[in-house]
C-alpha cells in the first residue's frame, strides 16, 4: 500500500513552484486531502510578513492536532529558513525542518528523517514538477533572491543575492511543459525585470521574451513582479510589441511620494516613476496591478495624502494594499518615527474602499466587452456554473469570470472560447459564449 502524502503551500506563488518541484520528488507517495490520514504532512512555509508567519505557524499546529500517529511533519520555506533555531526549540512537533535550498532533496530528507538548512540557491533545472491547480496554465520561476536594497523587505537576508537561472534550462522547461499540453504561463521571481543582471546581460528580460515567443505552442504569456528601476522603456516596447506576451503589468510601486520613496530605498524618484507609469498606461489594453505600503516610518500625513491622491486619479486595474510591519534585520525596523497602529489601520481602511469602489467600476467597464477567456471548470459556487479566466490575466490573483450561458456543447476545461461579458458583480464578471473553441 502507498503512503499518503499531504501538502500544503502557503504564500506566493513562487513558493508554489517549490512545492510542485517537492511534488515532482515524491510521485510515490498518494495525495490525499485529509491530513488525518497522510503519512507526511509538508507545509512550504512563507516568512514575509507578520501575517505570513502566522498563518504558517497556524497551519503547522491545525495539522499537528489532526495528523496520526507515526505520520512526519515537514516545515519548508522562507520561515524555516529565516527563523531555522527559533522554530526548531519552539515547536518540537516537528520531525523535519528545510530552508530554500533543498527542495529537489526532500525524498532524501523523507528517507534519513534529516533536517537540512543548504546555503546553495535552488536554481531549477531538470527537476520534474507536478503542476497543481491547472491543466493549462503554470508559472515559470526565472531567478532566486534579490539585489534591491528595499528599507522594508527582509527576502535578501534570507534568500541572498540575485540568482537568474540560464535563458536555455527556461527554455527548455517551458518546452517540456508544451509538449505535456500546457499553453498558458506566467514568468515569476523576487525581481523578474533583473533577470540575468547577475550574468551581466541587462536587457535579460527582452532577451526573455523573444525567445519564449518562438516556442511552437506557447499561445499566452505575462510576466508578474517588475522592479520600477530595472523596467525599461525599451523593455515595455517589447512586451507591447510581441505576439505571445501581453501588455500585462506587475509593477509594484509601494508609494509615490518622493520623499517616502527615497525612505524606501526604492531607488526611482517620483517623477521617473511617473515617466514610466505613463508609458505602462500607453500599451494598448494595458493591465496594470501594483501594490503599496501604508504606514511605513516616517509616513507624514501630507506623504499618505499624496498615495491616495495619486490611488484615486490613476487607472490601476488592480491595487493590493499592506500595512506596514516591522522585518527584522531591516532598516525600516530601526526607524524611530513609527506610524501608530490606529492610524496605520485607519489610513488601510480609506485607501481600501477606495481600491474596492475602483475595481467595482472598472470591472462593470467590461460588461458589454468581447473577450477571450479559458475555461476552468465547474465553478466552486454552483455547479451550474463554469469558472474562467480572462486570457490576458493572471490566475487566482486576477478577478475570476463565471460562464453562465452558451450554446456550445460539450465545452472542455483548458480551452480558450471567445465570450461577451453580460454583467458583473463587486468582484466578478458574467459572461456568455459566443464561440466554439479560439485560438488567439
Not at 474596492?356 to 460588461?367: A, C, F, G, H, M
Amino acid at each position: 500500500m502507498s503512503k499518503k502524502l499531504h501538502v500544503v503551500s502557503l504564500g506566493c506563488t513562487k513558493n508554489l513552484v517549490d512545492t510542485e518541484v517537492m511534488l515532482g520528488r515524491l510521485k510515490s507517495y498518494e495525495m490525499t486531502d485529509n491530513p488525518g490520514e497522510a503519512d507526511v504532512l509538508i507545509v512550504n512555509t512563507c516568512g514575509f510578513i507578520d501575517a505570513a508567519k502566522e498563518e504558517s505557524i497556524n497551519t503547522i499546529l491545525d495539522l499537528e492536532s489532526m495528523r496520526k500517529e507515526g505520520a512526519l511533519m515537514v516545515m519548508a520555506g522562507c520561515l524555516s529558513e529565516r527563523y531555522q533555531k527559533e522554530l526548531a526549540a519552539e515547536l518540537p512537533e516537528i520531525d523535519i525542518f528545510t530552508g530554500v535550498g533543498d527542495y529537489a532533496k526532500i525524498d532524501e530528507l523523507l528517507e534519513k528523517r534529516d533536517s537540512r538548512f543548504t546555503r546553495d540557491v535552488f536554481l531549477i533545472d531538470n527537476e520534474e514538477r507536478v503542476i497543481t491547480g491547472s491543466s493549462y496554465h503554470a508559472y515559470i520561476k526565472l531567478s532566486e533572491g534579490c539585489n534591491q536594497q528595499c528599507s522594508f523587505c527582509a527576502i535578501p537576508s534570507f534568500k541572498g543575492r540575485l540568482h537568474s537561472r540560464t535563458l536555455h534550462s527556461v527554455e527548455k522547461e517551458v518546452k517540456a511543459l508544451v509538449a505535456k499540453g500546457y499553453f498558458d504561463f506566467s514568468f515569476i521571481s523576487q525581481d523578474s525585470s533583473s533577470y540575468l543582471r547577475d550574468q551581466n546581460i541587462d536587457d535579460g528580460l527582452s532577451l526573455l521574451v523573444k525567445h519564449v515567443e518562438k516556442i511552437q505552442g506557447v499561445q499566452s504569456a505575462r510576466i508578474l513582479y517588475l522592479y520600477p528601476t530595472t523596467t525599461s522603456k525599451h523593455l515595455i516596447d517589447v512586451i507591447e510589441a510581441s505576439p505571445v506576451f501581453h501588455n500585462y503589468f506587475d509593477i509594484p510601486l509601494q508609494h509615490i511620494s518622493d520623499s517616502m520613496l527615497k525612505r524606501m530605498k526604492r531607488g526611482l524618484g517620483k517623477e521617473k516613476t511617473l515617466g514610466l507609469m505613463e508609458k505602462i498606461f500607453a500599451a494598448p489594453g494595458a493591465y496594470v496591478r501594483t501594490a503599496f505600503i501604508v504606514g511605513h516610518p516616517g509616513e507624514t500625513e501630507a506623504e499618505y495624502r499624496e498615495l491616495k491622491t495619486y490611488i484615486e486619479t490613476t487607472p490601476f486595474d488592480m491595487v493590493t494594499l499592506f500595512a506596514y510591519s516591522d522585518e527584522a534585520g531591516t532598516p525600516a525596523a530601526e526607524m524611530a518615527d513609527k506610524v501608530p497602529d490606529e492610524v496605520i489601520e485607519a489610513r488601510l481602511q480609506e485607501l481600501q474602499a477606495i481600491v474596492d469602489e475602483k475595481l467595482k467600476s472598472r470591472l462593470n467597464s467590461y460588461v458589454g466587452q468581447k473577450v477571450d477567456l479559458v475555461l476552468n471548470g465547474v465553478s466552486s459556487e454552483h455547479d451550474l456554473l463554469y469558472s474562467a479566466k480572462h486570457i490576458a490575466w493572471a490566475p487566482d490573483i486576477d478577478p475570476e469570470i463565471l460562464v453562465n450561458d452558451s450554446d456550445i456543447p460539450d465545452m472542455k476545461a483548458g480551452r480558450i472560447y471567445h465570450a461577451h461579458i453580460t454583467a458583473c458583480t463587486p468582484t466578478q464578471l458574467v459572461a456568455a459564449i459566443i464561440q466554439s473553441e479560439n485560438t488567439i
